[in-house]
């Protein structure tokens, strides 16, 4: 699958299986390495945030964030009224791809089944530059 961007040999260490029903919900955080997200079965929503807003997006504790998309407070939480979100359906057989860095909400508008892959050919780990990895 895409040779010209993932390293094949690193398929079985950085390559992700997930399924579960519809509405299970992965809160705000961002990654820590660049990632293909390959839709199969179902679809996904997908809330994006550029890397330009964490200082609106209250990064509480390693990469997640303490703002509820499902219920944004923005007296507890005033900067993120300048949070711009970009909505985004993902549906089966689409691949999308998430730069390291940008915050992003998922939920599942279906039972779905995504495979993510993050062993891509050129550098993509950037965790030991993160101080607080780990910290979970």
Known sequence: MLPEYLDREAASERFFFWFGPAGTVTPVHHDLTNNFMAQVVG???IKLLSPLNH???YNHLHCYS???????????????RHVKIHDITLHPGELFF?????????RGLD???????????????FASFYETYGEI
Not at 69 to 79: G, K, M, S, T, V
Not at 98 to 106: F, S
């Open 111 to 125: 039972v779905s089944i995504t495979l993510t892959c993050t062993n891509f050919r050129a550098r993509n780990d």
């Open 66 to 80: 303490e703002v509820d998309l499902d219920n944004i407070d923005l007296e507890r939480h005033p900067q993120f």
């Open 98 to 106: 998430l730069p390291v860095g940008w915050w992003h909400h998922v």
């Open 55 to 57: 200082p609106n997006v």
């Open 43 to 45: 679809r996904k929503q």
